[in-house]
Every structure is written in structure tokens, then in C-alpha cells.
């Protein structure tokens, strides 16, 4: 059986290219960004010796839970259509394989998709592949450890439309300024924060391919959308699996499939991006200081940058740093959109105005309208703070991305690339079950 990881950054279509492995009869791929090894990591499951608890840690804890009662980003309106799997079934299925086998965390791991295949009414002499979606390259020392012949399909996309499609999603949720939850200062700054670690993503993922380039696969998503039919058959054949029709059909749980974009997803799955969406999303100058990041990335997947490339001069690469100076878009017009969380979401603290808040729309209103100088002053305090940080981790090497020479220290021994994860946007607390 072939144990493999979906790896990729956030907004990169993952989720759409694991709806393809959904309906395939010799896959089991739990729709959901699962991220055991990471959820494993969080609630400090190796200090948990009693196998039932740690059964129920998984099944109520980690987004498993997901698979009662949703939430399944845009599969549906209706969370109750979701009870397409019997839960109940399915967790008493993983707690009798997890008595059955010694306690371990590739056990877990192999009982949970066992279960989850079974369930669907599936032979488990028909499994033949685990896919799961990891996310994050951060985990892949203890992927590795619990699977040394793992596989990794590792799903790119050009950086300037992922980048700009978080940027967006960043806007709706934290008002593009600062995130509460994170400890560090760099980390508050989501602009720094993303950036830094999609280079730190693709660094591990570039020393892993070096070291084992047997057991890693590269794949674009616009590769998906130019010719879906091609990039399955070359998705079953590395997964050892048959070339089923299903494998071109995006569905979850046997339901259609449409997507979680931040676009409009009123068609079906595959993305209706077509890699140049990004363009009416993001800044010419923004799209400049992306290239002097990764335009050395781009160029080794196939991308071709706008501004900047291995060719460009002393002169041109200097203007692409320092368009980081410059605001991009998004970063001070959300204060004056209707929609932003600044005027949608935030209510005041004081009972008697969040009654007026409520209540009286024009005059809450009014008073969103009377706070702009107010968020005026406070982001162009946080974008120059913010434009320092990035500057003083750039000065640290933090925004280094070169494939070649990544490759090359790899392929000749030298140190593994890697850092400490750090923690995910919107990550719940762990359980107190402490850590080993």
C-alpha cells in the first residue's frame, strides 16, 4: 500500500486536487486538510498511553470531527446534507483497530484511513494508496520517520496568484493589518508572515527533493486546469492505481465538488482561474516585490515572471526590493470597503452601543464612518512597522529562495534544510494531555 502526502501552501488548490482522489476505489483520502502529523504535534498525543483516550482525542479534537457535522468549504450551504458518512460507524470501526494494534503514531495513522475506507463499504483488500492532505512541509521529518517510503505529490501554483488569493482572504479576516493570536511580532504581520513562510515551505520541499527524488512529485495546478486529463493519468501512474474516469471528477463524499475559492463558485470544480486571474487582484508594484522573492522559483517550475528575472540587472532587482516600500493594494482601500470586517463584523464592547449597533443601521453606520480617520492613522502606523520587519528578516536571510543552490547543498550532504513549524492561522489551543 502506498502511503502519500499532498503538500502544499495555503490557496493553492489542494483541496480541489484532493477531490479527484475522492471517488477512486482503491483510495482512501479523508476530505479534509487532516494534518495528523501536525494535530499529533498539537495535542501532545505521544504522552497518551491508553489507546481509548487517544482514540477519542482524534475523533473529537482534530478537524476528523469534521466528517459529524462539516464544515466542508464549498461543498455545500446545508451542513445536514453532510451526513454522508455514518460517524458513529466509522468511530467505532477506529477505536476496535486502534485496541487491536500496539500504540503507535504510523499505527493511528493507518487505523484511521482503514477505518475511514471501511466504512464507505469498501473491502479493505482493495486499499491500495492513503492519500492525505498534510499542508505543510514543516512535518515531513515525522512523516518520514512513521513511512520511509512515503511519497509526497507536492502541488504548487505561481506565487504571485496564491499570494494575492490569501491576501484577499487575509483582508476579509483580520482587516490585512495585524493577526491577535500570534506571539512574535513578525508573525502579527500577515504580510511578512505568509511570505516568510512560503519560503520556508518550499526550501524543505526543494531539500527533500534532492535527497529523495524518487519519492517526490511536482505538480502546477494550472497543469490541472490546461489539461486535467493528462495530469490524472500521470497522477494514477505514479500511485500505482488504475486510470478510472473518476480521477477527472471533482466530488467529496460522492457529492459535486465546487470549490473553495474566494472567487465566484457558482460552476463546478476545476478552478476557473486560469493563472493570469491574479492580475486584477494585485498591484503591478506588488507583483514586482513577489518576482524579487521568487522569481528564481518561478523560473525552475516554469513560471515566467513579468519584471524580473536571472537576466535582469543590478538596477531592475533593486527597484523589486523596493517596491516593498510602496502599499499595495488592499492594504489601505479595505477601510473604506462596506464589506471589511472593520465596518461588517466589529461591534463595540459598551452593551448600550452594541444595542445601537444592532438596532439603528444608519446610525451605525454613521459611526463607521466616523472611525475612518481613526483606522486611517492606526494602518499607516502598522505599515511602517510592518515594512520594518520585513526589511529586518530579509537582512536575516529569511527571504532567500534559490532551488539551485538548495538542491545542490542537498544532493552533496550538507545540513537539511529545515526550521521549527510555526503555529497555523486560526490553530485551536491543544488539549491538556501534555507532551512527551
Known amino acids: 500500500m502506498t502511503v502519500a502526502f499532498l503538500i502544499s501552501v495555503g490557496r493553492s488548490g489542494g483541496l480541489y486536487t484532493l477531490s479527484l482522489f475522492d471517488g477512486h476505489p482503491q483510495v482512501s483520502c479523508i476530505p479534509i486538510e487532516l494534518q495528523f ?26 478537524r476528523v470531527a469534521r466528517l459529524k457535522e462539516g464544515p466542508f468549504h464549498g461543498v455545500t450551504s446545508g451542513p445536514q446534507e453532510w451526513g454522508r458518512i455514518d460517524f458513529d460507524a466509522f468511530a467505532r470501526t477506529f477505536r476496535g483497530l486502534m485496541w487491536e494494534r500496539p500504540l503507535s503514531r504510523r499505527n493511528t495513522f493507518l487505523s484511521l484511513h482503514e477505518a475511514y475506507f471501511t466504512t464507505l463499504g469498501r473491502r479493505p483488500d482493495d486499499l491500495k494508496a492513503i492519500v492525505e492532505f498534510g499542508c505543510f512541509a514543516d512535518w515531513n521529518a515525522q512523516r518520514l520517520a512513521d513511512f520511509p517510503e512515503a511519497r509526497f505529490l507536492h502541488l504548487v501554483r ?5 499570494l494575492t488569493s490569501q491576501k484577499m482572504v487575509t483582508y476579509r479576516h483580520y482587516d490585512g493589518l495585524l493577526h491577535p493570536s500570534m506571539s512574535s511580532l513578525h508573525e502579527k504581520f500577515l504580510l511578512n508572515h505568509y511570505n516568510e513562510h512560503a519560503v520556508r515551505h518550499f526550501t524543505q520541499m526543494y531539500d527533500l527533493q534532492a ?30 492505481l488504475d486510470d478510472l474516469p473518476c480521477l477527472r471528477d471533482s466530488t467529496m463524499l460522492g457529492a459535486s465538488f465546487r470549490g473553495n475559492s474566494i472567487y465566484d463558485t457558482s460552476e463546478p470544480a476545476p478552478h476557473r482561474q486560469s493563472g493570469e486571474k491574479f492580475r486584477s487582484s494585485s498591484h503591478a508594484l506588488e507583483r514586482r516585490a513577489l518576482e524579487a522573492v521568487y522569481h528564481k522559483h518561478m523560473e525552475h517550475l516554469g513560471y515566467r515572471p513579468d519584471y524580473i528575472d536571472h537576466r535582469s540587472g543590478r538596477l531592475r532587482r533593486l527597484t523589486g526590493w523596493l517596491a516593498w516600500c510602496a502599499p499595495f493594494q488592499g492594504e489601505l482601500t479595505w477601510i473604506f470597503n462596506p464589506k471589511s470586517r472593520a465596518f461588517a463584523d466589529r461591534e463595540p464592547s459598551r452593551p448600550w452601543l452594541r444595542g445601537i449597533w444592532r438596532n439603528k443601521p444608519a446610525v451605525a453606520r454613521l459611526l463607521r464612518r466616523s472611525l ?23 537582512a536575516a536571510g529569511k527571504y532567500r529562495l534559490d532551488p539551485r543552490q538548495i538542491m545542490d547543498n542537498a544532493a552533496a550532504g550538507g545540513p537539511v534544510r529545515s526550521a521549527q513549524p510555526e503555529p497555523n492561522l486560526g490553530a485551536q489551543q491543544p488539549a491538556a494531555t501534555g507532551r512527551s
Open 158 to 162: 505561481d506565487p504571485r496568484a496564491f
Open 37 to 62: 502529523h501536525r494535530h499529533w504535534d498539537l495535542y501532545g498525543c505521544d504522552a497518551i498511553r491508553d489507546a481509548g483516550k487517544l482514540a477519542e482525542i482524534i475523533l473529537s479534537q482534530t
Open 211 to 240: 535527497r529523495l527524488p524518487g519519492q517526490v512529485l511536482v505538480v502546477r495546478t494550472e497543469d490541472m486546469n490546461r489539461d486535467l486529463d493528462a495530469t490524472a493519468t500521470r497522477l494514477s501512474q505514479w500511485l500505482d
Open 372 to 394: 475612518v480617520p481613526y483606522f486611517l492613522i492606526r494602518s499607516l502606523a502598522v505599515f511602517v512597522i510592518q515594512r520594518a520587519v520585513i526589511f529586518s528578516r530579509m
